[in-house]
């Protein structure tokens, strides 16, 4: 027997996920009889029967041997990712949300990244076509013949549009195309242009992802609907009347009132027993039920259940409790990390957002010291504090909250966002080690002696000068053309005034002790900052750091000084 195909609709914040899923189930129940959409916990059951008669002519005649899809609820890419079992992702099918007006987001990019990860297929909804410019109100809800309805403006605009998202995809690694338009849906990822508003190309929607989970979803989909239950916990909630309770997605058998239960736990697995089984009725009120079976959303009751994370593995007890509490062990220390390793700390709110992070983190190479499921905490601290990199006293913080002065703690709800805003901040840090170093080290310039500007002959001997390129600063050697050392600058002033540093185009007195005006030095010769090899080498280390002027200034700086030694600064 086949259970349903688990759905769930992702994408960019206000691409219009929450719509999408709003439009299914107000077009489910308008098209049907009452009852033909059960709502669950978390999720929503539409019979095979109602999507029939949503898709009219579109499926007319077609054998469907699945019974129909639980959507579920709570959209978005962290819930997405709470929803995992072992191996792989709870959702069979995923709906990935695109406005074609903006194109794929970070946020877009970061759904992919999750869906590739977990090779979970799934069609692209762009929603929002009736949005784009001058677009008219059509007759039909087929989206097809609606935007055959529209100008050849509106039509090349829509066209171009869905191109350049086609575009984006491959640069992303995988191909894509109007859903009409494609002869292999397992090379090629299916779009179909809708409007969550209208309701226009939702039965489009429906239709693709029947064929879909037909084809090639048929031996994930059977079940045997009186095994013992295995289910996900979504969320972990305080219900008036009925104190703690777990949202959970059965995904395999059934679960009934008084099973023994045991759930994933950061420490140890929780053995405890249903207390009772809600899900809502059409009012949004708690009915008590006796069982349910695979797949759908339930509000479980136990004992002992504070301590449970969204995210955990929750199985019905059958027989061997310890072989189910090794199992259930193992999938939850296969995502938790603790190691005396160097790296970074990771926190998450859940173990499925923890998973999609680590994952993350490992496609760059970003080493993991620890990873665990909650708020920061004083040891959390502690670990990260004792890196000896200081680049790796860092906390990532998803979702959860964290403070401490001893360490970095960098914090976000977005996961992409939370790794660029980690890999900005170590830029940013080795920048300014970099800086720090370069403070240390000669900088290059090139000066020249200004007629009419000797101020003093010696003793010690004062003359204007013009930065003709790179910076000028006091207690350096300079050198002339030729290559013989000048002299060694004391002071640097402008406008009578001291300074430390003068850039390009300043026009600045300096005063070279034990040298004389119209013996050593002449107006208008060009002179040069002098520095040791090992200066030189160091600054073209730093070379991204250097101005181009400053690289150049260099360049003749080493043609001066090989005409003595070929491998000088080499």
């Not at 979702?399 to 170590?426: C, M, P, R, T």
């Not at 010769?525 to 260099?554: A, C, G, Q, S, T």
Request: some cysteine.
């Amino acid at each position: 027997m086949l259970r349903q195909p688990l759905v769930v609709v992702m994408g960019n914040v206000d691409h219009g996920k929450t719509k999408i899923l709003d439009c299914i189930r107000r077009t489910a129940v308008v098209e049907s009889e009452p009852g033909a959409i059960t709502q669950m916990i978390s999720s929503s059951a539409i019979s095979v029967k109602t999507i029939q008669k949503i898709c009219g002519d579109l499926l007319k005649n077609k054998n469907i041997s699945i019974p129909g899809f639980v959507f579920i609820d709570t959209p978005g890419h962290a819930a997405f990712s709470n929803m995992r079992k072992r191996g792989g992702n709870l959702a069979d099918i995923a709906v990935l949300v695109i406005d074609i007006n903006e194109g794929i987001k970070p946020q877009t990019e970061e759904c992919i990244s999750i869906l590739k990860k977990y090779k979970t297929p799934f069609v692209i909804a762009l929603n929002k076509v009736d949005l784009v410019s001058s677009f008219r109100s059509a007759k039909s809800s087929f989206v097809l013949q609606a935007i055959a309805e529209q100008s050849p403006q509106v039509q090349t605009a829509i066209e171009t549009k869905l191109y350049e998202i086609v575009g984006k995809c491959y640069e992303l690694g995988f191909q894509a195309d109007r859903f009409d338009r494609i002869d292999d849906y397992t090379k090629t990822v299916a779009m179909i242009p809708c409007s969550a508003k209208t309701g226009m190309g939702i039965p489009e929607v429906l239709m693709v992802l029947i064929g879909l989970a037909q084809k090639y979803l048929e031996e994930n989909l059977k079940s045997n609907q009186d095994a013992p239950a295995k289910a996900t916990v979504l969320e972990v909630k305080e219900e008036q009347g009925l104190g703690v309770t777990l949202d959970a997605i059965v995904y395999e058998g059934k679960i009934k009132v008084n099973d023994p239960i045991i759930i994933g736990g950061l420490n140890e697995p929780i053995v405890t027993k249903v207390r009772a089984l809600f899900l809502p009725d059409e009012k949004g009120k708690f009915i008590s039920v006796k069982e349910v079976h695979a797949a759908a959303g339930v509000k479980i009751s136990a004992v002992d259940i504070k301590e449970v994370v969204s995210g955990m593995p929750l199985f019905v007890i059958d027989k061997n409790e310890s072989e189910l509490r090794e199992k259930i062990q193992e999938e939850v220390d296969e995502v938790v990390i603790e190691t005396e390793n160097q790296g970074i700390i990771v926190k998450a709110d859940t173990l499925g957002s923890l998973e999609a992070l680590i994952s993350m983190l490992k496609e760059k190479h970003i080493a993991i010291k620890k990873a665990t499921v909650g708020n920061v905490t004083k040891k959390d601290i502690a670990a990260a504090a004792s890196s000896e990199d200081p680049y790796e006293r860092v906390i990532l913080c998803f979702n959860v909250k964290g403070e401490g002065e001893a360490v970095k703690i960098i914090s976000h709800n977005v996961i992409y966002q939370l790794i660029d805003d980690f890999e900005a901040w170590i830029a940013a840090e080795k920048k300014k080690e970099e800086q720090k170093e370069l403070l240390g080290l000669i900088r290059p310039a090139k000066i020249k002696y200004l007629r009419g500007c000797t101020f003093r002959q010696n003793n010690p001997c004062v003359i204007g000068v013009e930065i003709l390129q790179g910076t000028l600063r006091p207690d350096t050697d300079l050198i002339k053309e030729n290559g013989d050392l000048l002299g060694h600058i004391k002071t640097v002033e402008y406008e009578r005034e001291s300074i430390a540093v003068a850039e390009k185009g300043k026009q600045v007195a300096i005063s070279l002790p034990g040298v004389t005006a119209g013996r050593q030095i002449h107006e208008e010769e060009i002179y040069y900052v002098d520095m040791n090899e090992e200066n030189f080498r160091r600054l073209k280390e730093f070379k991204k750091l250097l101005l181009p002027e400053e690289i150049h200034v260099l360049k003749e700086l080493a043609e001066i000084k090989r005409k003595a030694n070929n491998f000088w600064g080499v």
